[in-house]
């Protein structure tokens, strides 16, 4: 089960952050361009970081805590869905701030 831990601490960071798209509506989601123009940036930052700390040695990951799905550059898949569901659920949590305080945020000021 250790092999688990690692997805399933993101499964319930994606479950916990799910009542503020579906009752709060902050449309995080639904904004499907608006999200993938987000994490284009961090994925591309983040990801090339890892594969560097990894290849010079700096950076592993136990293949005891992972799925054992490795990507490209030696980065488990749950590196990947790291850097996607982590901002997703700050997207989340941003948007909920904003509607239930009323805060502009961005272009909108």
């Known amino acids: 089960m ?3 831990g690692y997805v399933g601490v993101l499964a319930v960071c994606l ?6 798209e579906l009752w709060l509506g902050v449309a995080v989601y639904r904004q499907w361009r608006r999200l993938v123009l987000t994490l284009l940036p961090v994925l591309l930052v983040f990801l090339g970081w890892d594969v560097y ?3 010079a040695g700096h950076w592993h990951f136990d293949s005891r805590q992972t799925l054992g799905v490795i990507l490209p550059g030696s980065v488990p898949l749950e590196e990947l ?3 996607v569901v982590v ?7 941003l948007e909920a701030v ?3 305080r009323g805060w502009p945020v961005g272009d909108e000021q």
């Open 2 to 4: 250790r092999h688990l």
């Open 15 to 20: 479950v916990g952050t799910l009542p503020l």
């Open 53 to 55: 700390a990894i290849a």
């Open 81 to 83: 869905l790291f850097f």
């Open 87 to 93: 901002p997703i659920c700050s997207l989340l949590a």
């Open 98 to 100: 904003r509607r239930v």
